[in-house]
């Protein structure tokens, strides 16, 4: 046999072993505990707000209808007006079931939004949508909840404009949240999707 022949049959028996010793080893350890996966993303959780009408309102108003949620402000130019319009129009859409599932307003502007502003902005829209705002701190605390973004872009003078995260949460009757949800489809598409949930 030839010097270059032992040699790779020499390396062969070696690799060999170690892959045999590697598979013995590896069968041996412990299996690393596997994450379990919920299914669910972590959007949703404990707020404590006011509602249009000043009333205290918590993550439990949220329990006994499906709930479509949306974060804006009211001196929004287009895109808030725009999908409570569309929300508006699903409710519509729902006819007499209307009352069986909710809309909610959720201002990223507190400095603003007063209750009396959201009551006054909202009564252009369908009446299942209601308001909810607060103080700096608490608006904080729901966007971090729900993974909402937003910031005060400043304008001409001390006014300015707020750019924000514009996605429509559809939450279950259990007040959990199930995915975004699409409000630019045909209302009846819409009002038929969210059927499913009463």
Avoid: W
């Avoid at 972590?42 to 329990?63: H, M, N, R, S, Y």
């Avoid at 300015?160 to 949800?181: I, R, S």
């Amino acid at each position: 046999m030839s010097p270059r022949l032992k040699i790779l049959t020499l390396f062969g028996a070696f690799a060999a072993g170690a892959l045999v010793l590697v598979v013995g080893v590896t069968a041996l350890m412990p299996k690393a505990a596997q994450p379990v996966a919920s299914g669910t993303a972590a959007v949703g959780g404990p707020f404590l707000l006011v509602d249009q009408d000043g009333k205290p309102a918590t993550e439990a108003i949220l329990k006994g209808k499906p709930t479509l949620i949306f974060f804006g402000f009211t001196h929004c130019p287009d895109v808030c007006p725009t999908a409570l319009f569309e929300m508006s129009e699903i409710f519509g859409a729902l006819g007499p079931d209307a009352d069986k599932a909710q809309a909610i307003f959720v201002s990223v502007d507190p400095e603003r939004d007063t209750p009396e502003v959201m009551k006054s902005y909202l009564s252009s829209f369908a009446p299942q949508l209601k308001a909810l705002t607060g103080t700096p701190e608490a608006i904080e605390t729901i966007k971090k909840e729900y993974r909402v973004y937003s910031r005060k872009v400043p304008l001409t003078g001390d006014d300015y404009t707020m750019d924000h995260t514009a996605v429509v949460y559809l939450m279950d009757k259990t007040g959990t949240f199930v995915a975004p949800f699409n409000s630019k489809q045909p209302p009846a598409t819409a009002a038929a999707e969210l059927r499913k949930y009463f």
